[in-house]
């Protein structure tokens, strides 16, 4: 099972910006996904990319976060623009059948 690791979460102010990355243990299948999970909430769909650039976004970020792959570094990343606190949540990376820890992200009002 591939593992996977997630960094670059921190607090930010309402309009900021955040970029958060993945590392996977080896290469991984042609589609990896961020989840994000809000105290008392449900783990809900953010992102995903599929091969080196098809993506699908939630509505609730669309246009404002974007994500990307580095095939060479075994990575997938999320560039968050625009950020509002209602994205404060436990971001996850997914792909396969593996989860990382998360990575939390906190924007204040």
């Known amino acids: 099972q591939v593992q996977l690791v997630e960094s670059g979460g921190g607090l930010v102010q309402a309009g900021g910006s955040l970029r958060l990355s993945c590392t996977a243990s080896r290469r991984t299948s042609n589609v990896m996904n961020w989840y994000r999970q809000a105290p008392g909430k449900e783990r809900e769909f953010v992102a995903r990319?599929?091969?080196?650039?098809?993506?699908y976004y939630s509505d609730a970020v669309r246009g404002r976060l974007t994500i990307s792959r580095d095939y060479a570094k075994n990575a997938v990343y999320l560039q968050m623009n625009s950020l509002k606190p209602e994205d404060t949540a436990i971001y996850y990376c997914?792909?396969?059948?593996?989860w990382g820890q998360g990575t939390q992200v906190t924007v204040s009002s």
């Open positions: 990319i599929r091969g080196s650039n098809l993506q």
């Open positions: 997914n792909t396969e059948s593996s």
